[in-house]
């Protein structure tokens, strides 16, 4: 089986595999057939050598691992490596080491914005400020958002405003969860007081009925005395 031949059936048992675990709407599909198609034009690697199952299963483990979609806490999830190999009969140990060698021959990192969503490859790379500090794409998306484009000239500056509208915004934040606090107190009371009230009246009518019994049971009060 030549190079083209194993890439249509790489491909057929992928798109079989995406029918089944994504919707049409979901963006994780295209990685696949994105690194696909890298592993069929590079020169040091050979589709065509070995099952396709394999390489499919492969390739949906690379994009998996970069996406997390293995972890079972992830909507979505995929919850394990065995979803994959049970899919397409092939051994987790197998798929697991090619996966491994497939990122190590592509240079392929956690965090590679060609195969992760964007919140996920933000959220593991990082971009130094003029100040010198680090931190990850995400917060210095978030920071740009919030006051506009940071340069070394207007670094201090921006800064300042931004935290001043963060701590407004935690201020905000804050006295909004104390109303909402207070509102469920309010309710949590006023539900407490009521099943305290059923809870008593059930008391109440219980005893009374529990008297009513022992009163038909009680001899009449002449015949104690012999006075009838």
Known sequence: MNTKQSY???????????NIYFDEDD???????????????????????????????????????????????????????????????TSKNTVGNKASKIQEELNIRNGNYDYSLEEIADSLNAVELPNGFVVTVKYFKEIESTIGKISPDNF????????????????????QREIEYEKLK????????????????????????????EKETQPDFLDIFGME
Request: aromatic letters at 12%; proline letters at 2%.
């Open 8 to 18: 249509k059936e790489i491909k057929e048992l992928v798109y079989s595999f995406i």
């Open 27 to 89: 963006a994780i599909p295209s990685f696949f057939i994105k690194l696909l198609k890298e592993l069929k034009e590079d020169e040091f690697i050979d589709i065509s050598r070995g099952k396709p199952e394999i390489w499919a299963s492969s390739v949906i483990v690379v994009v998996g691992r970069l996406n997390f979609l293995f972890d079972k806490s992830v909507p979505g999830s995929l919850k394990g490596l065995h979803t994959v190999c049970n899919f397409l009969n």
């Open 156 to 175: 201090e500056d921006k800064m300042d405003k931004y935290y001043k509208i963060t701590k407004k915004n935690e201020s905000l934040k804050v006295k």
């Open 186 to 213: 309010g309710k949590w009371l006023k539900e407490t007081e009521e099943r305290r009230k059923i809870v008593y009246e059930e008391k109440q009518k219980n005893l009374r009925e529990k008297w009513e019994k």
